[in-house]
């Protein structure tokens, strides 16, 4: 089947470190793949996306590479600040014939102290 | 531009009482999703309309969770009757839904927090 794995938080970083959430799939077709952002009290929001093979999606200085090769859809970002504390998630889409749902991985929760 | 609008936010409620949430999505939208989210479990996709109409509902978990679109800009989440594990919180999301699309993005609303004592 569909599936989303992400590595288990919570994950602790001091200001300005480097950060990187592993994200792998596994997908019987082609899928576009996207992280979302999740702020506390809030609904989901749409980091990057990238929807074929070695594409770059790029945001707020997150970026993450579509890798077909090792199925993987890393988040990077040099420098993380107090305010990207949030948790954040991988998820996979694939169309059918009536539309498009997305698979969710289960969240990295990123805390990030001054 | 008014994003996925959910209500109400906060519902607390005893068991055996009926829920129903509501959800407004953006204007245009064509497709609609409703998710669960858990400690335990994360993110559940419990059923998405295209159209207005339900294309997959898998995801609902049992005959006590019904969900309707009777037009374009609202949705409802019945759950009827409600028991303590269902406390969760529901998000209503929303998405240009033209088929094939699979690189869309969706638009999710604040979420309602539900606690059944």
């Known amino acids: 089947g569909n599936s989303v794995t992400q590595m288990e938080g919570p994950v602790t970083l001091s200001e300005e470190a480097f950060l990187t959430i592993n994200c792998t799939y596994t997908?019987?077709?082609?899928?576009?793949l996207f992280w979302y952002v999740q702020y506390p009290g809030e609904g989901l929001q749409l980091l990057l996306k990238?929807?074929?093979?070695?594409d770059k999606g790029s945001n707020k200085g997150f970026e993450a590479t579509y890798r077909k090769e090792t199925t993987s859809f890393h988040l990077e970002k040099g420098s993380v600040q107090v305010s990207d504390s949030a948790v954040y998630f991988c998820?996979?889409?694939?169309?059918?014939?009536?539309?498009?749902?997305?698979?969710f991985g289960k969240g990295t929760t990123l805390s990030v102290s001054s | 531009d008014a994003g996925v609008i959910q209500s109400p936010r906060h519902e607390v409620t005893e068991m055996g009482q009926e829920v129903t949430l509501r959800c407004k999505p953006i204007?245009?939208?064509?497709?609609l999703f409703w998710y669960r989210q858990t400690m335990m479990r994360g993110l559940e996709l419990l059923i998405y309309?295209?159209?207005?109409?339900?294309?997959?509902d898998s995801g609902m978990p049992e005959d006590r969770f019904s969900a309707k679109m009777p037009n374009a800009s609202f949705s409802t989440l019945k759950i009827q009757p409600s028991e303590p594990r269902d406390s969760a919180v529901y998000f209503c999301?929303?998405?240009?839904?033209?088929?094939?699309?699979?690189?869309?993005?969706?638009?999710f609303g604040p979420g309602t927090r539900l606690l059944v004592l």
């Open positions: 990238a929807t074929k093979a070695d």
């Open positions: 998820a996979l889409s694939l169309s059918n014939q009536a539309g498009t749902a997305l698979i």
């Open positions: 204007s245009g939208h064509n497709s």
């Open positions: 309309f295209n159209n207005n109409v339900p294309i997959d």
């Open positions: 999301a929303s998405s240009s839904g033209l088929a094939g699309l699979a690189q869309e993005t969706q638009y």
């Open positions: 997908a019987t077709g082609y899928p576009s």
